[in-house]
């Protein structure tokens, strides 16, 4: 064989397996977990999800040292890297959809879906000057009145509803303490119920909802307790929440004949990564887990705070790999990659 008749066998050959790899990709498609092949994902909720919609001027996403780990400097995200929008578009075999306030700069990844999630919002209206659930549901009603995407098109979407406890801060700003919880509650879930309800009218085939994570075990609560104990009270309170929405997303289902709502299992989760360490498990495993990575240097001050001279008012740990939490609320890129690899999160996902 002369070289010419070597490289064009060569080329043959490369071809052969550059098609019958395509090959087994779709192949590989068709027994996807999934019912159906997912390409879009509508986010609905708060900074656990949000990847931009906060203004700059007010989110202390938008400031160093968040966004370190990715995309490598501030950028909107309430993390030093990743989020839980991510690693669920991750799951999807998405690209990670485009906040909502980008939609005409980057328009071309709109097949993608869209993030209509702004940090620090709720169900109700909260202490942030953010649009609520209920307004962001109306962003993607006039998206869909505008013709940007189609009923028919929403068939192969996914809805990711992230409720991290927003209204119950407000709630206990507003009142002073957790007196009249049990109730409100109650009005948390049913309006979270009526939006979940909404977004499956619109037409969207599978609709994710956070449970709540153990809020008593966020570094906000366990700052008293050295970062060392979680407040119970606030752990019970939140059952009470995930106990209701599992109901009433059964309900759903019921009323739908379909099994299109499921619960993202973000409590069992945070607590399999909390109890690594006793488990002795390898990977990854964060010394404590309560212990956050930056912090205010007193109770003024958070994570990203400067004063009037520009100087930093917060500590930083020296590596977040090594922290679950990075800030008193959020967990870290690793963090988020330990809970999405808890059993509790893939069994909920597999649901898709
Ligand atoms: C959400 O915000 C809108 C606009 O500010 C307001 O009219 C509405 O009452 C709010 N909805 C809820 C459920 O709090
Ligand atoms: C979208 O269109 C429907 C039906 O015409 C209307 O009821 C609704 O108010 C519109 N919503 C938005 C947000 O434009
Ligand atoms: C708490 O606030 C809500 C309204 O935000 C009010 O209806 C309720 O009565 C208050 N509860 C207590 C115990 O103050
Ligand atoms: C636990 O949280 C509740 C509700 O936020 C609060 O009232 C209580 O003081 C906290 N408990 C402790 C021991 O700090
Ligand atoms: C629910 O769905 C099943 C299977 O698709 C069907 O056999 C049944 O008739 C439906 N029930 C109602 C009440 O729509």
């Keep these: 064989m002369d070289t010419q008749n070597l490289l064009f066998s060569l080329f043959c050959f490369f071809l052969l397996s550059l098609f019958s790899g395509q090959q087994q990709i779709v192949e590989g498609s068709r027994v996807s977990p999934f019912a159906f092949r997912p390409q879009k994902l509508f986010v609905f909720g708060d900074s656990y999800a949000d990847t931009g919609n906060n203004r700059k001027a007010l989110a202390s996403s938008w400031k160093f040292p968040y966004g370190i780990t990715f995309p490598g400097k501030p950028a909107g995200r309430f993390s030093d890297g990743r989020v839980l929008t991510d690693y669920v578009a991750g799951y999807l075999g998405i690209k990670t959809p485009i906040p909502y306030r980008w939609r005409k700069e980057l328009a071309g990844r709109l097949k993608y ?10 169900v109700f209206d909260t202490l942030v000057q953010e649009p609520n659930m209920t307004t962001q549901i109306d ?24 409720v991290a406890g927003n209204d119950y801060s407000a709630y206990i700003a507003r009142n002073g303490s957790a007196a009249g919880f049990p109730a409100f509650i109650g009005s948390v879930v049913s309006q979270l119920t009526v939006n979940l309800k909404r977004i499956h009218g619109l037409g969207v085939r599978k609709i994710a909802v956070s449970a709540l994570q153990p809020l008593g075990c966020l570094p906000q609560s366990t700052a008293q307790f050295s970062f060392e ?15 209701l929405l599992v109901q009433a997303v059964n309900n759903l289902n019921k009323q739908t004949n379909s099994t299109s709502f499921i619960v993202l299992d973000l409590y069992d989760a945070f607590w399999t990564v909390f109890n690594q360490k006793e488990a002795h498990q390898v990977s990854p495993t964060f010394e404590n887990p309560f212990q956050p990575c930056c912090v205010g ?10 004063d009037e001279h520009g100087v930093k008012k917060y500590t930083l740990c020296s590596n977040p790999k090594s922290t679950f939490f990075w800030d008193t609320v959020h967990p870290t890129q690793e963090g988020w990659q330990a809970v999405y690899s808890t059993p509790a999160f893939q069994n909920s996902l597999k649901q898709l």
């Design 113 to 122: 879906g869209v993030n209509f999630a702004y940090g620090g919002t709720g």
């Design 139 to 162: 962003f993607f009603q006039q998206l869909l009145n505008d013709s940007v995407y189609t009923k028919r098109g929403l068939k192969t979407s996914v809805a990711l509803v992230s």
């Design 229 to 243: 104990q979680c407040n119970a009270t606030e752990n019970t309170l939140v059952n009470l929440h995930n106990q």
């Design 297 to 306: 240097v007193t109770a003024g001050f958070s994570c990203g705070s400067v």
